[in-house]
């Protein structure tokens, strides 16, 4: 029931043992779906983060609570050793 409106990929960032992968996005619903969203989120098993969490057009529709969210979701993979030269 979540709607994903947009999702921005952004460029990879390398640090010493991991990289960080992060991306921009816009979801568009009702409040219990975006808290489930980011509840299954935390349930990967990647490790990744939800920041940067921006909550906009706050909309009441009957009983339910509309949401607009932008958000940086960031995902994480350690990075290869890389065998020394001989």
């Known amino acids: ?3 994903l409106n947009a999702w921005q ?3 990879e960032v390398r640090e010493q043992f991991f990289a ?4 921009s996005l816009e ?8 808290v489930k969203f980011a509840y299954e989120i935390g349930k990967l098993d990647r490790v990744t983060n939800l920041e940067n969490i921006d909550v906009a057009d706050v909309k009441t529709v009957g009983d339910e609570v509309m949401l607009k969210v932008r958000c940086l979701a ?3 993979h ?9």
């Open 27 to 34: 979801l568009v619903g009702r409040f219990h779906q975006v």
């Open 20 to 23: 960080k992968v992060p991306m």
């Open 74 to 76: 960031t995902a994480f």
């Open 9 to 11: 990929p952004r460029e």
């Open 1 to 3: 029931g979540l709607q």
């Open 78 to 86: 350690a990075l290869r050793v890389e065998e020394p030269k001989k």
